[in-house]
């Protein structure tokens, strides 16, 4: 279904988790990274189409999500010849796209990959709002600087703090509680005894890691040594 321009009516989806970090999917047998997105079909309203693909992507349901805001107008990209099939050269130009920006209500094991027979994605993770955009695709890279930027005013609003600053004040009252400093570890880790959803893998970012919260080590009593005689 094409417009009179030749482009195909398309939405696009920014998830959000708790961090206001992204759901970034590796499309399945590359190695290109992008947001949930796909075609509205005929009959469909965006926010239809938006729930489906939802589904069909990443395996959500809508109980399971927030809508929070979306793009007020079409965002549009066009497609390179070598990206098109031969039989749709001429006509077919490109997409145009509404953004959605939801938050994930639940949790990260309920995301499935796996949820229909045709897979986008075979990995995922947690990104920072404004991922690198040399990842994408380049001729995405304008829609997706354009939706980032529109949306970016709706983002809920959490405490902001100096996470390098909060590592080093740890280090220092256990340093000065005599206690060994526990390492830093990924808040994309998987949990202990938790199985990734079926489909999914992390593939955690290092320069995006946030250092998980410290717990309190066990503390073990001294011996006291024998008076001298």
Do not use: C
């Amino acid at each position: 279904m094409l417009d009179r321009d030749g482009f195909r009516p398309n939405v696009g989806i920014i998830l959000l988790n708790q961090r206001n970090q992204v759901f970034w999917g590796k499309r399945i047998r590359t190695h290109s990274w992008q947001f949930p997105q796909g075609g509205i079909d005929r009959g469909e309203t965006p926010e239809q189409a938006m729930f489906r693909e939802l589904h069909e992507e990443v395996g959500l349901l809508p109980p399971q999500v927030r809508v929070i805001a979306r793009t007020r107008d079409w965002l549009r990209y066009e497609v390179p010849d070598r990206f098109i099939r031969r039989d749709a050269r001429g006509h077919y130009k490109g997409q145009k796209q509404i953004w959605y920006l939801l938050q994930l209500l639940g949790h990260d094991w309920d995301l499935n990959l796996r949820a229909t027979n045709h897979p986008e994605f075979d990995a995922w993770r947690w990104n920072d709002y404004w991922v690198p955009l040399d990842v994408v695709v380049e001729f995405k890279r304008g829609v997706y600087e354009m939706a980032l930027t529109e949306l970016a005013r709706f983002l809920p609003r959490h405490e902001q703090r100096n996470r390098y600053l909060r590592s080093g004040m740890r280090t220092r009252e256990h340093e000065s509680s005599g206690q060994a400093s526990l390492p830093r570890t990924s808040s994309l880790l998987v949990k202990p005894g938790m199985e990734l959803p079926p489909g999914a893998s992390f593939d955690p970012d290092p320069q995006n890691s946030v250092p998980a919260p410290l717990e309190a080590l066990p503390t073990q009593p001294v011996p006291k040594k024998p008076l001298d005689a």
